[in-house]
């Protein structure tokens, strides 16, 4: 969702530079995009709608220029035009800048600056940024103006600003993720939503943190906290990614890149230090409530976290998407913990719910892929995913070593973990098996097969049915087919009057308790006409086609649900979709 991109330093060719780093975060979803840059003592400003495709045809490529911003849209306020993208002029030009998030008190703002003479060329929130800063230059510094603009600013938002008058660029965040990659030569710096922008060319960064501003001028960089009202020291922080975890390597998809790499990221996730297990273990036991919060795929990871807590440990845990915690904030108090689950930490709607918490006392523990993202920074406890970076819009391996993860969690609160780590361990080492060209085959197969319909069910129960919710988004998502989840017993009540001649449901049994119940079921769709897809350690009667998964006791949701990754992904790919951007969707949603 929406992407930021900036360089400031000695390279000549910034606008080249800036359109690149923005093809490196064409993963986060997007639907126009701009650039900006000083030309002959002039900003220039390039924007186009659509994707920014072959790069050696855009003319500005060539311009030169040692200072230049961008920005990828996912619209939200205004539709998808030209006007619309990224970067906006102010009333006079003489400011220019990029902008994700949302301003929520646009209107007012707006309306104000009518008052005193302005005029908008875009229906943007954005827009009235660029003018509520310039308004204050007429008075105070640049610097100074960007600050009191943030001061009226409402929402979550991340900013990068360039002043025609000015050798400086200031970036300024408030719920939104902004990152200073510090270049290799003195002097040079870039900022972006998110890493893999400038990997390319460092790995050192500096986080900048909520109502923090940054100037870059001179070479050198100044930071300043809006809140305290002093100027902070910032530690730059050397990552380790490589970039070639960053890239495709020999695969297609980013997304059958990441379902084959769960090979190896689950037993990662797994080798979690024993003590921080041990400590929110013991957080969890000693909570009066606690709560498990994600949005999308993370919250069915959550949902399963729920029954895992219940079976293993004999602990009740809440669940509530991101979206929806709020609701339940009067029951979160000092003695309350929240798990917050997240491939990015970056999520808008998780960072909420986890700063309501924290207003309301409760401790927070953030299970996250992107160390040293937003969530990781608020938390009090972080147990990293270890997933490495994932790029398909589409979680896969993220999930699975979240699931992982809670699984250990529960183990650890019964004081058993080293029979969850077996139960894992294994897991993993059946995973690895699996996962093979003739398995691949197999599935290809049905998607062959189901490639035309229209409506196709899931159905699962106990632990297994968040992961039917979860399959049913994993075959929305990429292969635009008509998908939903069910629990197993709730076919009656309801969704059996769905099916008719044919119809695909996949039939998710495990070898537990449940399995003579989801069989029942199973028979139940049978005798009205469906075609049953089991996924299931054994092949039952009841199959039309069986996908077999590896028995692998509780674990079973982990296994489960990657066939089904396979599928999605296979049918996008029939289907003529690009798996790794759907349409409409994007990777980091952070927006409300
Ligand atoms: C978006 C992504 C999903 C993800 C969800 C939550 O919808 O497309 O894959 O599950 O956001 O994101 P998070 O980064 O918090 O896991």
Not at 12 to 21: A, D, Y
Not at 108 to 135: C, M, P, W, Y
Not at 219 to 247: C, L
Not at 387 to 411: F, P
């Amino acid at each position: 969702m929406c992407g930021i991109f900036a360089y400031f330093g000695e390279k000549t060719h910034s606008p080249k530079l800036v359109i690149e780093g923005l093809k490196k975060l064409e993963y986060r979803g997007y639907d126009s995009w701009g650039i900006a840059y000083k030309k002959d003592g002039d900003i220039a400003i390039h924007k186009e709608i659509g994707k920014i495709g072959d790069v050696h045809n855009i003319e500005e490529l060539k311009d030169e220029s040692k200072i230049a911003i961008g920005h990828s849209r996912w619209a939200t306020h205004g539709g998808v035009t030209q006007k619309n993208a990224h970067p906006h002029f102010s009333e006079n030009k003489e400011i220019v800048l990029v902008h994700n998030g949302i301003l929520e008190n646009y209107l007012e703002l707006k309306k104000n600056l009518e008052k005193k003479g302005h005029t908008f060329r875009s229906q943007t929130d954005t827009e009235v940024i660029a003018h509520l800063i310039e308004d204050y230059t007429r008075t105070h510094s640049f610097f100074d103006s960007v600050k009191m603009a943030m001061a009226e600013m409402e929402g979550r938002y991340a900013i990068v600003v360039m002043k025609k008058d000015e050798d400086a660029l200031i970036a300024a965040r408030r719920g939104s993720p902004l990152i200073l990659g510090v270049g290799k030569k003195h002097g040079e710096y870039f900022v972006a939503s998110d890493i893999p922008a400038f990997l390319k060319y460092t790995n050192k960064v500096i986080y900048l943190d909520d109502n923090q501003i940054c100037t870059l001028k001179n070479g050198s960089t100044h930071f300043f906290d809006t809140i305290k009202k002093t100027d902070v020291q910032k530690r730059i922080i050397e990552i380790d990614w490589d970039i070639e975890s960053a890239e495709k390597g020999e695969f297609p998809h980013f997304m059958i890149k990441e379902i084959t790499e769960q090979k190896d990221t689950l037993t990662r996730a797994i080798n979690q230090d024993p003590e921080t297990i041990k400590q929110v273990a013991k957080k969890i036991e000693s909570a009066e409530s606690v709560f498990l919060v994600g949005c999308g795929t993370a919250g069915k990871a959550c949902m399963v976290g729920q029954y895992l807590f219940s079976k293993i440990s004999n602990k009740q845990v809440s669940f509530a998407f991101g979206s929806e915690f709020e609701n339940y904030k009067n029951f979160i108090n000092k003695k309350s913990l929240i798990i917050a689950v997240s491939q990015s930490g970056e999520t808008a709607d998780t960072l909420e719910a986890m700063e309501i918490a924290k207003g309301n006392g409760a401790k927070i523990v953030s299970i996250v892929n992107v160390e040293n993202s937003s969530m990781a920074r608020m938390s009090d406890f972080v147990i990293p995913v270890k997933a490495g970076q994932e790029k398909a819009v589409a979680s896969t391996k993220a999930t699975t070593s979240q699931i992982a993860i809670l699984m250990l969690l529960a183990y650890a609160c019964d004081g058993e973990i080293n029979i969850g780590k077996q139960l894992l361990v294994n897991a993993a080492s059946q995973i690895n098996d699996m996962l093979n060209p003739r398995y691949e085959e197999h599935i290809s197969k049905i998607a062959e097969k189901i490639k035309h319909v229209e409506s196709m069910y899931i159905i699962g129960r106990g632990e297994n049915y968040p992961i039917a919710l979860e399959s049913a988004i994993k075959l929305q998502e990429v292969s635009y087919i008509h998908a939903e989840g069910f629990a197993g017993g709730e076919l009656k009540h309801g969704p059996l009057a769905l099916i008719s001649k044919d119809t695909p449901v996949i039939a998710l049994v495990a070898n537990d308790e449940q399995k003579k119940n989801i069989i029942s079921n199973t028979i139940e769709v049978k005798a009205r006409g469906g075609f049953i897809i089991g996924v299931s350690p054994e092949n039952q009667e009841v199959f039309d086609y069986w996908i077999r998964v590896p028995d692998v006791g509780e674990a079973s949701p982990i296994v489960n649900i990657i066939p089904v990754q396979l599928l999605a992904y296979k049918l996008a790919v029939l289907r003529h979709v690009d798996p790794d951007k759907p349409r409409n969707l994007a990777k980091s949603v952070t927006v409300k």
